[in-house]
């Protein structure tokens, strides 16, 4: 199995990384392609077989699947690029760009491929966490049958967690889980702060807040509710229910839902 991931910048880098990780693929076997010579070099830098090259067609040689992770204006011209060296009848591709439905890529795919071409594609979401095999991985599909999802759920499934869902929850998913990973980061960030004020220093207020999130999520992917949780580590009059009722106060909880639902809104 060889894979091609057209663009080798922060996603397409963080994919082929998580890739050569994995079990499924070796470094050797994963070609990067991209017109940045220092976007190449990049991954050139981490010691990897990675095979790198910033001509598309020769990229595109032997593999069996293409994962496109580039921009999405800069789709159209990259399948031109590509006209004649995609074969939709042996290669499967995944598409990582964000604002393009599945149904736009077959359009387009179409017209660089035949219109009486039927290629598998996959719509595939997953985060920057894809490069420490922590991604919530998204995955929505067309002309695919069950082995060929079941293939895209193994390769992504070796970098973190996938879903398979019907496309109308694509924005809903970047709104929950690829903006998300900034909404933690950003409590874990005010949270450091917060202890630094407390009188730990940055160091040491870096270590509590990562143990103490990574201690959360471990409890609750027992499948307890948060609130279950919640309501064990609350006590009357207690220090936590007096700290949570300060955040609601100023509109955590809200905030939260407010910022999710902005990005849902401009993600459709």
């Known amino acids: 199995m060889k894979a091609t991931i057209i663009g080798a910048g922060n996603l397409g880098g ?3 990384r998580g890739l050569a990780k994995g079990t499924f693929l070796k470094a ?23 095979n790198t090259t910033r001509d598309l067609k020769k990229s595109l040689v032997g593999a069996d699947i293409i994962i496109l992770a580039v921009k999405e204006q800069a789709v159209p011209s990259v399948l031109e690029d590509a006209r004649g060296a995609i074969d939709p009848r042996r290669q499967l591709l995944f598409s990582t760009v964000a604002g393009l439905s599945i149904d736009a890529l077959e359009e387009m795919t179409a017209r660089v491929c035949g219109d009486d071409t039927r290629p598998v594609l996959f719509r595939v979401m ?14 929505s599909s067309l002309n695919a049958n069950a082995d060929q999802t079941k293939l895209a759920e193994r390769i ?11 496309e109308r929850l694509m924005p809903a998913a970047m709104a929950v889980a690829s903006c998300g990973l900034a909404y933690a980061m950003r409590y874990v960030r005010a ?24 201690g959360a999520v471990d409890l609750l992917a027992r499948g307890e509710h948060p609130e279950a949780e919640i309501d064990r580590v ?28 902005e990005s849902y809104k401009n993600s459709r």
């Open 126 to 139: 997953p985060n920057i966490a894809v490069s420490v095999g922590e991604s919530m991985t998204f995955i």
């Open 28 to 50: 050797e076997e994963i070609t990067c392609v991209d017109p940045n010579p220092s976007a190449l070099e990049r991954l050139a830098s981490l010691g990897l077989p990675f």
């Open 191 to 214: 949270a450091m702060n917060g202890a630094v004020e407390a009188g730990f220093s940055a160091a040491e207020a870096h270590d509590v807040v990562l143990q103490t999130v990574k």
């Open 14 to 16: 963080a994919i082929a």
């Open 234 to 261: 609350t006590s009357p009059g207690g220090y936590t229910i007096r700290g949570l009722n300060a955040m609601e106060e100023k509109g955590f909880s809200s905030a939260v839902v407010a910022g999710i639902r």
């Open 156 to 166: 992504f499934g070796e970098m973190g967690r996938t879903m398979v869902i019907p």
